[in-house]
């Protein structure tokens, strides 16, 4: 008998523990699912060195990502109809910032609905050192879902 409720037991745990990994998967999905291609048709410029697309899933609307190399570092310059947000590549590290008012193509009003300011604070520093192109994308890819307000999230997808 005991060792049949410890059977049980332990069915119960394990199913507990799949259930939990099953709704946790569920929301990374969104993240891990993307892709990210060369855009085509890119011209560099003195502005912009090059270009991206990430895809979320799906999605018929790519996010831009746009490299503006500086006396500091590297800008990648992320780029959407509905917000804008830059990531910065120096010495001193990799992380999100707020685009300044001047550089943007989209209304503030709409990129502050869009944009979770306390999450893109949080994300002032990723990495404390410089990475590599590859990574910097990767880290994009995966980090910019979490800047979105959840009411906003379809429009990465």
Known sequence: MKRNNRIIGFLFVALFVCSLSVMASGKSTFVDDYKISSKENFEPSKTYQQSWEITYGESKRPVQVLLRETKKGEEYII???????????????????????????????????????????????????????????????????????????????
Do not use: C, H, W
């Open 79 to 157: 780029r959407t109809n509905y917000f804008e947000v830059k990531y910065v590549n120096t010495e001193k590290g990799f992380g999100a910032r707020s685009m300044k008012a001047g550089e943007m193509l989209v209304p503030e009003n709409l990129n502050a609905q869009v944009i979770d300011s306390n999450r893109l604070n949080s994300q002032e520093i990723i990495s404390m050192s410089r990475v590599d192109r590859e990574k910097a994308l990767g880290l994009i890819a995966g980090f910019l879902p979490e800047l979105v307000n959840d009411q906003y999230k379809n429009i990465l997808n």
